[in-house]
């Protein structure tokens, strides 16, 4: 899960307000980042067990940051203002988050964060052919990069480096990533902590309906609690406690932390090293973000 993925509202302007803000949407790029990383340290052949046992553990988390954060009486009021664009929202994160682990298992780590970091530009592209919104000219050039760089990248799986199925599924997860970015633009009133809640009990729902068991050993129980309550529920705390003090493309371009270190802590620990495809079209997608993000930023510091 990339920061850049995730609808933000800039609240305050203090200075001092959005250098903390700041800190924790990087520190939500750098826990996410691992992502890959704990999952190539699992050796378990279902993926389905893996999705229910993190699912489960992510849920746990989130729960307690919202009992917390907010106390009992405030997360039941999340939970009844969230209404159906929440729910919506939810199962496209439960869509994503399965789709994640199970793409792992046919494709490398890079793929799937590289993929996954067009979406800011596939949700502008989505917002067009649904709602017509206009779209900057420099919009559609960073469209037109991120398209070509995903090309190069899934152009890797017709020679039987990688699996289609893999880039298939990391192709979803943009996708889906990108609706519910849409959806909370939408409807800004939804909660982000309580739809993601919902979406890890769907997705553990799910996976239990598919798992062919869900027994694992202790060191692997290990790294699933680790995997489901840090990586991505502290992570994701982190990020929708930050991303409120600073502008949302400042937000968007901190999340590219993770597009950079995830293949990075991969092939330092796992020795996983992605072909030369992966990493053209990967460049091309960093830069065509990069380049799309920092106009976007100068053009919100400048309103």
């Known amino acids: ?12 302007p203090d200075r001092r307000g959005q250098g903390y803000g700041a800190a924790l949407v990087l520190g939500s790029a750098v826990v996410w980042s691992f992502g890959g990383t704990l999952a ?27 009992l917390l954060r907010d106390s009992p009486r405030g997360t039941v009021q999340l939970f009844r203002g969230m209404g159906l664009a929440g729910i919506a929202v939810g199962l496209c994160f439960a869509t994503a988050s399965t789709s994640f682990i199970l793409a792992l298992a046919y494709t490398t780590v890079a793929n799937v964060v590289l993929i996954q970091a067009g979406v800011p530009l596939i949700a502008a592209l989505m917002a067009w052919l649904l709602f ?17 760089g995903v090309a190069i990248m899934v ?3 017709l020679g039987g480096s990688v699996s289609m199925t893999g880039d298939a599924l990391a192709l979803l997860i943009a996708f889906a990533f990108a609706t519910a970015t849409i959806i909370t633009r939408r409807f800004a009133h939804v909660r982000m902590t309580p739809a993601v809640f919902f979406g890890t009990l769907v997705a553990c729902a799910v996976a239990a309906s598919q798992a062919s068991g869900f027994a694992v050993s202790g060191q692997e129980l290990a790294v699933l609690i680790v995997f489901g309550a840090l990586n991505f529920g502290l992570g994701l705390a982190l990020f929708v406690t930050g991303a409120r003090l600073v502008p949302s493309a400042l937000a968007a371009l901190l999340g590219t932390a993770e597009t950079v270190l995830a293949p990075l802590w991969v092939a330092i620990i796992h020795g996983e090293v992605p072909g030369a495809r992966t990493i053209v079209g990967g460049i091309i997608v960093l830069a065509a973000l990069l380049c799309y993000l920092g106009v976007e930023l100068w053009r919100q510091r400048r309103a």
């Open 1 to 12: 899960m990339s920061a850049s993925t995730l609808p933000v509202t800039p609240t305050l």
């Open 40 to 66: 190539r340290f699992l050796a378990i052949e279902d993926g389905w067990t893996v999705v229910f046992w993190r699912s489960l553990f992510a849920a746990l988390f989130l729960l307690g940051f919202m």
């Open 132 to 148: 017509r919104e206009r779209i900057a000219v420099h919009t559609w050039v960073a469209i037109a990069a991120v398209i070509g």
């Open 155 to 157: 152009s890797e799986s």
